[in-house]
């Protein structure tokens, strides 16, 4: 069930809110642990064994942890481990078929392993970082296995995040769910309406203009090259900032306060702070239980490096094992590396050389998620027109599918979410002290966003889909 269904927004979602909060308050935990089970179960059933061995595993090592006061790390790699062998499984099962075994008799259980459950690495992550902070003693461990369960399958976060921290989500769970909040509900139903215009009337028709020109990138210039892939990293952005808003609108209507994922990205200036502002969830988790144990700053330069150069392989093999998402870690670890030498804060001391600093950041995170795109080849093909295409001015070098008008549609829609950024990030914190004619302004912004979505939206429910459910 998509969040931008009909089906979810019209019907699911408000049945579950409904009788949510009709329930005695002792029923509403387990009410919604049970139907987080069967959300999850909709999206295909044989999915759900992975999800039980995850919520059963980490409840067993949370368990294991609280009742052995003598911890070693090897305890804590075997539990671990455990609880990895989905995501384990899962995440190599494409390169040994695809790279290694393509013509394999084993590969009679190819179909099988093409069953990547939706969210696994998603709600692994949570789980692992809630056992580790559990062995490290940060926090207590839950021993209601209901609340544990919720913890790990809690449906607006299950299917692709934002990941989780247990001391800031198991207390609302363990203590306070179910009480009615009004504002945080309103709150919530704004950030579902601007995650849905976020991604289908931005991030979709950005997508439909991305698979005509990437998808034939032998046919276009260079200089297309670089406006698409610039192109690509927005409507990475869009999508997932869209995902993530619906995810957090949906826990806000249930009284759940959750972490953001996004933090105005377009405004970096270096690969190293859009990634402090980009997918915050997965990047402070690779940080806290990655980065930092590998020695973070408290090392030599090289070392340093060297920690920052394996961090964002992990992350890349995070999104798959497959040559093209170790490549993307590769280069993105290389990348920061070399921005510490570089002083690129200086950039954000002027207005001008900011917004340069900035275009330039997503630019080079477009070139990179290149490597996003189906296959290596693929993305080896773009990145061959971008270097060694036809280096005329014009914007379109042929356009042989009309992708002028999706181009035009596609910028006009992404002004409405550069202008909310930049509201939030310079206009907001100016305005705090603002009460009179707010309320006012705010309705009129959300009832102008819903009908630009319906004027430009792609409201095909059968075309649409989040990138980051492939992860």
């Not at 093209?324 to 870690?329: A, I, K, P, T």
């Not at 990030?425 to 819903?450: D, N």
Request: with cysteine; proline share 4%.
């Amino acid at each position: 069930m998509d969040f931008t269904s009909l089906i979810y927004l019209l019907a699911f979602l408000p049945a579950v809110v409904a009788v949510y909060y009709v329930l005695p308050l002792r029923w509403r935990k387990a009410a919604l642990a049970l139907v987080s089970i069967v959300f999850y179960l909709n999206v295909r059933p044989i999915f759900g064994a992975m999800l039980a061995w995850v919520i059963v595993a980490s409840y067993l090592a949370v368990r294991y942890f609280m009742s052995t006061p003598r911890r070693n790390k090897w305890q804590l790699a075997a539990w671990l481990a455990f609880v990895f062998v989905p995501m384990a499984f899962f995440k190599f099962r494409e390169s040994v078929f695809t790279l290694w075994l393509p013509n394999s008799p084993l590969a009679l259980v190819r179909p099988f392993s093409l069953l990547l459950p939706i969210g696994l690495s998603c709600y692994t992550l949570q789980a692992v970082g809630y056992v580790i902070d559990v062995y490290r003693g940060t926090i207590k461990g839950e021993r209601s296995f209901v609340t544990h369960s919720l913890f790990v399958s809690f449906f607006p976060t299950v299917l692709s995040g934002p990941i989780q921290r247990a001391g800031a989500l198991m207390p609302q769970l363990r203590h306070e769910v179910g009480h009615w909040d009004y504002d945080l509900a309103v709150e919530g139903v704004k950030r579902i309406i601007w995650g849905l215009f976020l991604k289908m009337a931005v991030a979709d028709r950005m997508a439909a203009y991305l698979n005509t020109v990437l998808g034939n990138a032998e046919q276009y210039n260079s200089f297309t090259m670089l406006v698409a892939l610039t192109m690509l990293a927005l409507q990475i952005y869009t999508d997932f900032a869209g995902y993530s808003h619906l995810a957090i609108g949906t826990g806000a209507l249930l009284g759940v306060r959750m972490s953001q994922n996004f933090r105005r990205p377009l405004f970096a200036v270096g690969l190293k702070e859009l990634w402090s502002r980009w997918h915050i969830s997965l990047s402070s988790w690779l940080r806290d239980y990655v980065y930092i144990p590998l020695g973070g700053n408290r090392c030599s330069r090289v070392r340093v490096c060297f920690n920052t150069i394996v961090t964002f392989i992990a992350s890349g093999m995070w999104h798959g094992v497959l040559p093209s998402y170790v490549l993307w870690g590769v280069a993105h670890g290389i990348a920061v590396t070399f921005e510490r030498f570089v002083p690129v804060n200086r950039l954000k001391r002027h207005f001008a050389t900011h917004i340069v600093g900035s275009v330039v950041t997503v630019m080079m995170m477009g070139i990179i998620f290149a490597f996003f795109r189906t296959s290596l080849d693929e993305a080896l093909n773009i990145l061959r027109t971008l270097v060694m295409g036809d280096k005329s001015g014009g914007l379109i070098f042929h356009d042989p599918s009309n992708s002028v008008p999706l181009f035009i549609v596609s910028w006009l829609a992404f002004a409405c979410v550069l202008c909310r950024d930049l509201y939030d990030e310079y206009a907001a914190p100016r305005l705090q002290s603002w009460q009179r004619g707010r309320g006012v302004a705010q309705m009129a912004f959300y009832v102008g966003v819903v009908l630009l979505l319906l004027a430009v939206g792609i409201l095909d429910q059968d075309t649409r889909s989040f990138i980051y459910m492939r992860f």
